[in-house]
């Protein structure tokens, strides 16, 4: 009953190359989009989050774009660097409560 | 230092067995939780809390229990009806009015010989 698809599951980038996450929602009434990084052995930690009210997030070399309508939204790690090496997890928050979903995660790898 | 501790970091049941796993916040949140976390499936819900004396069943909840005593503090049983509890366990613990980020322990790796 996976209601947040991510995509792809594993990841190889180039050092300084751009990194891109992809998450669908599915028919639920979400209203926060976060995106964890898990090193290996260490919980996740927040590093961005988006609401649906606006198409883009930008933090650093970290970009959230969020497309409402086709009920998409992507991460982009831009002059992606071997200290990004972690696991990426999407999630949505549905309107009432605290309860996140999560996506299955993407394994980042970036080469130096 | 405000955080979440979980303890032990490692833990080793032998099958048939009750587990305790301990969850510790100083960060006064309301509302906690408790996630299993295996490869290639990200996180799924076990049970979570929004106040003290009260929790709801997660996704996942069939062979686990809960209490919620304190606020501070939200252990997790493992019983031994849970048929596959190889895991990673991880707590986390949120602000209920602001509704702001899951803050995450460190995790607890559960292993049955």
């Known amino acids: 009953q996976q209601q947040v698809k991510q995509s792809p599951q594993s990841l190889i980038v180039q050092k300084g190359g751009i990194s891109i996450i992809n998450c669908a929602y599915e028919?639920?009434?979400?209203?926060?989009f976060p995106w964890y990084q898990q090193f290996p052995g260490k919980g996740p930690a927040l590093l961005i989050a988006i609401r649906p009210d606006v198409s883009e997030k930008k933090e650093g070399r970290f970009t959230i774009s969020f497309n409402k309508s086709a009920k998409q939204f992507s991460l982009h790690i831009m002059d992606s660097q071997p200290g990004d090496s972690a696991t990426y997890f999407c999630?949505?928050?549905?309107?009432?409560?605290?309860?996140?979903?999560f996506g299955a995660g993407t394994i980042l790898r970036v080469k130096s | 230092d405000g955080g979440i501790t979980q303890s032990p970091k490692y833990l080793f049941r032998k099958e048939g067995q009750n587990v305790t796993l301990s969850c510790e916040q100083n960060?006064?949140?309301?509302?906690m939780y408790w996630y299993r976390q295996d490869p290639g499936q990200g996180l799924r819900l076990i049970y979570y809390s929004q106040i003290v004396n009260d929790f709801q069943k997660g996704d996942i909840a069939e062979g686990y229990s809960v209490s919620r005593e304190k606020k501070e503090s939200f252990p997790l049983t493992v019983t031994s009806a849970q048929k596959n509890p190889t895991a990673f366990y991880l707590c986390?613990?949120?602000?209920?009015?602001?509704?702001?980020?899951?803050?995450f322990g460190p995790g607890t790796r559960l292993t049955v010989l």
């Open positions: 960060l006064n949140h309301d509302a």
């Open positions: 999630a949505a928050r549905g309107v009432y409560g605290n309860k996140l979903v």
């Open positions: 986390a613990s949120s602000n209920q009015v602001t509704r702001n980020e899951q803050f």
């Open positions: 028919n639920t009434a979400f209203d926060y």
